[in-house]
């Protein structure tokens, strides 16, 4: 019969060096090693999501109260209790994608294609499903752009452009989870024959926005918070303008394409 635990002595089954007490001195893994059965992963489940005190709800707690505080500390050093930025990332957008794809919204509007640039050449339904299923890779595309607008507004105060991308994709990450508290009002807004779901869009945005430019005020905290505003809205307008001729080397591209048909 297999005993519960599967270390029975002082050497590291991940890096076969020798240790003391409860984690390895060489490779920092626990030493109280366990059978991967049942028990195992609804422990690995909780203490990775749904523990208040480390993992993913922790780190989208610490994000909503002190998101700036957070991202800095998670740079500087205090990494252990956090979710990493990029799983934080591909998680959120997979909860995101779930709940749009099963409640049937369109995140793309009919108007944009049928009176649109987009005439003749794509079908709504399929767009619409197709971005929802690649929620994650849209938000790791534009990541790059976010972090450059950050990296070039804030290039003065020590962080390289690696950092900044860490920086944004918490930052991701969290207004996918405000997306997703959003979401009974959109689906109500959505489905509801008197009320305009622009509006509500425009609020959301609105309010996206400013959780970052507060983050950033935060995060960058040497700084005047006057200051840390104006170089916030400029990081956001770079990245405005970045995503703008992205789009539109997309576009030259696929109609090229479409012409070659």
């Not at 959301?204 to 916030?232: D, G, P």
């Not at 770079?238 to 591209?253: D, E, I, R």
Request: aromatic share 18%.
């Amino acid at each position: 019969m297999h005993k519960e635990k599967i270390h029975l002595n002082n050497t590291c089954l991940n890096c076969n060096g020798a240790f003391e007490g409860k984690y390895c001195n060489n490779c920092g893994q626990a030493t109280d090693t366990h059978l991967i059965n049942l028990h195992f992963l609804w422990h690995d489940i909780q203490h990775g999501l749904f523990h208040f005190d480390k993992g993913l709800l922790y780190t989208a707690k610490e994000l909503f109260i002190r998101p700036g505080n957070t991202i800095r500390e998670f740079i500087e050093g205090k990494r252990v209790r956090h979710f990493k930025p990029f799983s934080f990332i591909i998680i959120m957008s997979a909860l995101y994608g779930l709940l749009y794809h099963f409640s049937h919204i369109k995140v793309m509007q009919d108007l944009m294609f049928h009176e649109g640039t987009f005439n003749g050449y794509i079908d709504v339904e399929k767009a619409n499903e197709w971005v929802i299923s690649h929620v994650a890779w849209i938000k790791l595309y534009k990541l790059p752009l976010m972090a450059l607008g950050s990296y070039i507004a804030f290039r003065k105060y020590g962080y390289n452009y690696v950092e900044h991308l860490v920086i944004n994709a918490f930052l991701s990450g969290q207004i996918l989870i405000l997306y997703i508290l959003m979401f009974p009002l959109n689906y109500f807004f959505y489905f509801s024959p008197t009320l305009d779901v622009d509006i509500l869009t425009n609020i959301e945005s609105f309010i996206c926005v400013i959780f970052i430019i507060l983050t950033y005020m935060q995060f960058f905290k040497t700084i005047s918070r006057f200051k840390a505003l104006i170089l916030s809205l400029s990081s956001f307008g770079m990245y405005y303008t970045l995503m703008k001729f992205s789009y539109a080397g997309m576009w030259l591209l696929f109609t090229y394409l479409s012409k070659q048909h």
